[in-house]
């Protein structure tokens, strides 16, 4: 079982549109989560982090952390053509503090 | 900006050569986190660094792969000899302290022959 999961897509959603990213997780002892944003030949930037149960909006962006269910997800609301690239599930385990990176989701906003 | 420095920004070689990648973290973040990353996956640890010590290198190929940080600093991952699955895009994180938000460098894309 890998540590990070994610449903590497493609996905594909309309400009103006939500798209919704989910990630899960297995060890339940994990305690810091976080969203990359990853452009096409370039490094992942971070977008948001997520420390507790429910949900953090930052602009556009909302992230949603379940760890009953140990599972991430990110909200994009109002999506645009810009918005499209590779989305990466980071989260630290807390034990050795190791972070393990998801394979991503890649998503395409259509105009 | 404060932002990781990574060189070279590309580096095409041929198999069984040497390679450097040079990464100055931000200034004051203890930690420095080294990552392999092959195309359409995620990032993979090499080796981690607080201050100018390895605390996890359980993934470096340690037969050809090297990585330090003397100072506490900046860090040079080695790789002798290269081999063609080794192409792939080397990318530096620093945090101000381990499980901390990471900020990557730009990366290094390393093309081997």
């Known amino acids: 079982q890998k540590e990070v999961e994610q449903n590497s897509g493609p996905l594909s959603v309309p400009e103006g549109a939500i798209a919704s990213l989910n990630c899960t997780y297995s060890d339940r002892g994990s305690q810091s989560f976080f969203w990359y944003r990853q452009y096409s030949g370039k490094s992942p930037e971070l977008i948001m982090s997520i420390y507790s149960n429910g949900d953090k909006e930052d602009g556009r962006f909302t992230a949603q952390l379940n760890k009953a269910s140990q599972y991430v997800s990110l909200l994009i609301r109002d999506s645009q053509p810009s918005d499209s690239a590779t989305y990466l599930c980071?989260?630290?385990?807390?034990?050795?503090?190791?972070?393990?990176f998801g394979t991503g989701t890649s998503l395409t906003v259509i105009p | 900006e404060a932002e990781v420095a990574q060189s070279p920004r590309y580096k095409i070689t041929e198999k069984s050569q040497a390679v450097a990648f040079w990464c100055d973290p931000i200034?004051?973040?203890?930690?420095l986190y080294w990552y392999r990353q092959i195309l359409g996956q995620g990032p993979e640890l090499l080796v981690q660094?607080?201050?100018?010590?390895?605390?996890?290198d359980s993934q470096l190929p340690k037969d050809r792969f090297s990585a330090e940080r003397l100072k506490g600093v900046d860090s040079t991952l080695k790789i002798q000899p290269a081999e063609l699955g080794d192409s792939a895009m080397y990318l530096c994180a620093s945090s101000l302290a381990a499980g901390q938000v990471q900020y990557f460098g730009a990366g290094t894309r390393l093309s081997v022959l």
């Open positions: 980071a989260v630290n385990r807390g034990t050795g503090n190791q972070f393990y």
């Open positions: 200034s004051g973040h203890a930690t």
């Open positions: 660094f607080q201050d100018e010590s390895v605390v996890d």
